[in-house]
Nanobody, 115 residues
């Protein structure tokens, strides 16, 4: 049974930093990443990373956010720097299993950036 435990959200002033963590268990994961959903917006990809270390970022976060993972711990991190009010959203961890490519979602963690 796949389980995801997210942590690291909170309230920060514009220009500040936060680090999100998501520890996954119960399988081997090919792809791990973060999505976000702001009020009245659709959920969007923020960043993802494969088990070989290839990364993908939304244009809006390039140069400010860094995704990384510790395969031994099955944990994915999102370092968010130079945060902007428009980064305010619920951030969801997403993982895809190596076998059968099944997707799983975390419960979400709120990131609020004040101006």
């Amino acid at each position: 049974q796949v389980q995801l435990v997210e942590s690291g959200g909170g309230l920060v002033q514009a220009g500040g930093s936060l680090r999100l963590s998501c520890e996954a268990s119960g399988s081997i994961f090919r792809l791990m990443g973060w999505y976000r959903q702001a009020p009245e917006n659709e959920r969007e990809l923020v960043a993802s990373i494969t088990n070989s270390g290839s990364t993908n970022y939304a244009d809006s976060v390039k140069g400010r956010f860094t995704i990384s993972r510790d395969n031994a711990k099955n944990t994915v991190y999102l370092q968010m720097n130079s945060l902007k009010p428009e980064d305010t959203a619920v951030y969801y961890c997403n993982v895809q299993t190596l076998f059968k490519a099944m997707d799983y979602w975390g419960k979400g963690t709120l990131v609020s950036v004040s101006s």
